[in-house]
């Protein structure tokens, strides 16, 4: 268990609202993940940070924002969220320190969201 | 860009039966990891490699990482129900934060 809970678990959602996911970690690690994962595409990068307010683009990051002010909480915000958002999300943290290298990472229980 | 290719992309086998999946890549990786992935659920960690060559063994679960770090295959002996699952092969790179996925292998053992 790697102490990563995300919220909410599942939403519903229509097209043009705003929708953020948030993901709590309990380890006080440095490197957070979002991804999504669509049937045929495997898993795919959309943000990371490693470390307060230090975030990058993933591959497919267009139409999300992602924002982390405290060590602990990693927000994926939809701005005006579409129908081919609509997939699992899952948030990873690395226990790797100290290296630039990406490393083992440990995934919370997933969001499912659907935009109608 | 798919840096990691999965084979085969789906395994239906019986109890008992003996199986390979293979992870190919033309990148080189400093590590590579295998998850497994139930349904509902998020992916898990079950090994890293990080050496060219090296095999690690989990019970009836083999890893192997390839001598120039190019691919791995993860090879099930005596397969139970209890390991389908969706399993997943990722590579990390020396240089950026981010691991790379492969699509995955979804494999099913009936009874």
């Known amino acids: 268990d790697a102490g990563i809970t995300q919220s909410p678990r599942h939403k519903v959602t229509e097209t043009g609202t705003p929708v953020t996911l948030r993901c709590h970690q309990t380890e006080n690690h440095r490197y957070m993940y979002w991804y999504r994962q669509d049937p045929g595409h495997g898993l795919r990068l959309i943000h990371y940070?490693?470390?307060?307010?230090?975030?990058d683009k993933g591959e497919v990051s267009d139409g999300y924002s992602v924002s982390r002010s405290k060590t602990e909480d990693f927000l994926l915000t939809l701005e005006s969220a579409t129908s081919s958002q609509t997939s699992v999300y899952f948030c990873?943290?690395?226990?790797?320190?100290?290296?630039?290298?990406?490393?083992?990472?440990?995934f919370g229980p997933g969001t499912r969201l659907t935009v109608l | 860009t798919q840096l990691l290719e999965q084979s085969p992309q789906f395994l239906s086998i019986q109890e008992g039966e003996n199986l390979t999946v293979y992870c190919n890549s033309s990148?080189?990786?400093?590590?590579l990891q295998w998850y497994r992935q139930e349904p509902g659920e998020g992916p898990v960690l079950l090994v890293t490699v990080v050496t060219g060559g090296e095999v690690k063994k989990l019970k009836r679960l083999t890893f192997q990482f390839g001598d120039a770090r190019k691919d791995s295959s993860l090879h099930i002996t005596a397969a139970q129900p209890g390991d389908t699952g969706l399993y997943l092969c990722?590579?990390?790179?020396?240089?950026?934060?981010?691991?790379?996925f492969g699509k995955g292998t979804s494999l099913l053992v009936t009874p």
């Open positions: 990722a590579g990390a790179k020396d240089s950026g934060y981010a691991l790379n």
């Open positions: 990873a943290i690395s226990r790797t320190s100290g290296t630039r290298r990406a490393d083992t990472q440990y």
């Open positions: 990148s080189v990786f400093s590590s």
């Open positions: 940070s490693y470390g307060v307010k230090d975030t």
